[in-house]
């Protein structure tokens, strides 16, 4: 019986060790597959909008200083998320528990318009690169990618700050 049982556990847990590093095999394809399709989706977002090496360039280097200022702030509102997890596990008067949440709410709020800013100037700027008629097609593709979204988000509100 206990022969039995040890050989039970020992192909239990062989079981499991082969079943984690495929899960680890499958996860590093999978992300391989989404910066692959990223790349496409730019190269084809590059094409359809036609633009040239400098306009690339400097796309690029406008994405990266975005990026730069985007980083902290999107920190920030991870770590008042993880705050206001903490509050609600601990055992703090709820009335207190409730006012801290609203405080930390209204601080995310503030973190995530400032975001939206830093993207809406970013667009701005990534605007001012392109030639009236790659702005055009810029406007059009927006306006399909709403259209796209909406379709498949039937349950999202229009009045969404992104949509302005």
């Not at 991870?78 to 596990?89: D, L, P, R, T, Y």
């Amino acid at each position: 019986m206990k022969k039995t049982l040890i050989l039970f556990t020992i192909i239990l847990m062989t079981l499991s060790i082969a079943n984690a590093s495929e899960a680890i095999t499958n996860k590093s394809c999978n992300t391989q597959s989404i910066t692959k399709l990223k790349t496409q989706r730019e190269l084809a977002f590059e094409k359809r909008l036609a633009l040239s090496d400098e306009q690339k360039l400097k796309a690029k280097e406008l994405r990266l200083k975005a990026h730069e200022h985007l980083k902290p702030v999107i920190e920030e509102i991870k770590s008042k998320k993880q705050e206001a997890k903490m509050v609600k596990m601990s055992r703090i008067a709820v009335e207190v528990q409730e006012e801290r949440l609203n405080a930390i709410d209204k601080e995310i709020k503030i973190l995530e318009k400032k975001a939206h800013d830093i993207k809406k100037a970013n667009m701005k700027e990534f605007e001012a690169i392109l030639t009236r008629t790659q702005r055009k097609t810029l406007k059009q593709m927006k306006k399909e990618g709403r259209q796209k979204y909406h379709a498949t988000h039937p349950c999202t509100k229009t009045t969404h700050i992104f949509n302005k």
